[in-house]
C-alpha cells in the first residue's frame, strides 16, 4: 500500500486510536503498577521535568523503532503508524503538557469552549490526592465536567480529603 491518502488515513486513525490507548496506560498503568513515574504529576514541583515524563520517552522510542522498521523494511504502513504515534504525542504536548499544565514559558488559560473544559477536566483529575478514585483518564478527549463533578462526589473521596485537612489544623 502505497498510495499516500491511504497512509494518511491510517496515521489519522492511529492518531485517534492513541487517545483511547493514551487513556487505558493513564488509568491502569501510571495509576496502576506505573504509579512510580505517575505520582510526580500528580505533587506540586518547581522543576523543569518530573519523572512522569520518562512515559513520554517510551512513547517516543516506541515511534522511533517503528520509523527505523518502516523505513528499514520498506513498510510504508508501518512508517504510517509511527506517524500516528508521533502526532498524538505532539498534540499530547502542545495540549496537555503547554495548554492544561502551563508547562509552557508563556501563560494561556481558556476561558471558553472546549479548551476550557478540557483544562477544567483534567483539574478535576487531579482533585483528589494519590492515585485511586481520579476521574478523566485521556488526554485530549475530556467528558462532561459535570458528570466528573458527580462521579468525584459519589466516591467522597473529596469530601474525605477535605475533612481530613480541616481535622489537621
Known amino acids: 500500500m502505497d498510495s499516500w491518502l491511504a497512509l494518511a488515513a491510517i496515521a489519522i486513525a492511529v492518531f485517534l486510536v492513541m487517545e483511547w490507548v493514551a487513556w ?4 491502569y498503568i501510571m495509576h496502576g503498577w506505573g504509579w512510580g513515574w505517575h505520582e510526580s ?4 514541583h518547581e522543576d523543569l521535568f518530573e519523572k512522569n515524563d520518562l512515559y513520554a520517552v517510551v512513547f ?10 518502516g ?3 520498506a513498510l510504508p504502513v508501518v512508517t504510517a503508524i509511527a506517524t500516528g504515534i508521533t502526532l498524538y ?10 495548554l492544561v499544565h502551563q508547562r509552557w ?7 471558553k469552549g472546549y479548551a476550557k473544559r478540557l483544562v477544567q477536566a ?7 490526592k494519590g492515585k485511586d478514585d481520579c476521574v ?17 462526589k459519589r466516591s467522597g473521596k473529596v469530601a474525605a480529603e477535605a475533612e481530613e485537612r480541616r481535622a489537621a489544623r
Open 41 to 44: 504529576h500528580h505533587e506540586p
Open 89 to 98: 504525542g505532539l498534540f499530547y504536548f502542545i495540549v496537555h503538557d503547554g
Open 71 to 73: 523505513t528499514l523494511a
Open 24 to 27: 487505558a496506560a493513564h488509568k
Open 60 to 69: 517516543a522510542v516506541f515511534a522511533i523503532v517503528l520509523f527505523a522498521v
Open 136 to 152: 478523566s483518564f485521556g488526554f485530549l478527549y475530556a467528558p462532561p465536567v459535570d458528570k466528573l463533578r458527580d462521579q468525584l
Open 122 to 128: 483534567h483539574r478535576l483529575h487531579h482533585a483528589v
Open 105 to 111: 514559558p508563556f501563560r494561556h488559560i481558556p476561558h
